[in-house]
């Protein structure tokens, strides 16, 4: 059975940081494709972020690019997101995404986890 929990989010004034993590089990890491997407508030879910498996290629949304910085620890089966430079406009949950079998650094999001919260303050 495959699962993703993520974890991290929180309250961070303008300009912080913060590192979101996904503990995902059930699958294998190296040749999967593993992302990020990002639901602000009273928007649809888009993907910022993804990471492949099989060759450690990554993948940015422009918005992000230069702030954040997608990652993995195999030995702790878990994927990164560190939140560099935040703007109010990154507020929203954040979804961990997996795609087993797919040898990509583009994510489709088969699989999701439950989300996290972001709140970035002005």
């Known amino acids: 059975e495959v699962q993703l929990v993520e974890s991290g989010g929180g309250l961070v004034q303008a300009g912080g940081s913060l590192r979101l993590s996904c503990l995902h089990s059930?699958?294998?890491?190296?040749?999967?494709?593993i992302g990020w997407f990002h639901r602000a508030p009273g928007k649809e879910r888009v993907g910022i972020s993804c990471?492949?498996?099989?060759?450690?290629?990554?993948w940015y949304e422009d918005s992000v690019k230069g702030r954040f910085t997608i990652s993995s620890d195999n030995t702790k089966n878990t994927v990164y997101l560190q939140m560099n430079n935040l703007k109010p406009e990154d507020t929203g949950v954040y979804y961990c995404?997996?795609?087993?079998?797919?040898?990509?650094?583009?994510?489709?999001?088969?699989?999701w986890g439950q989300g996290t919260q972001v709140t970035v303050s002005s």
């Open positions: 995404t997996a795609d087993p079998g797919l040898l990509s650094n583009l994510c489709f999001g088969k699989y």
């Open positions: 059930g699958f294998t890491f190296n040749d999967s494709a």
């Open positions: 990471i492949s498996g099989s060759d450690g290629s990554t």
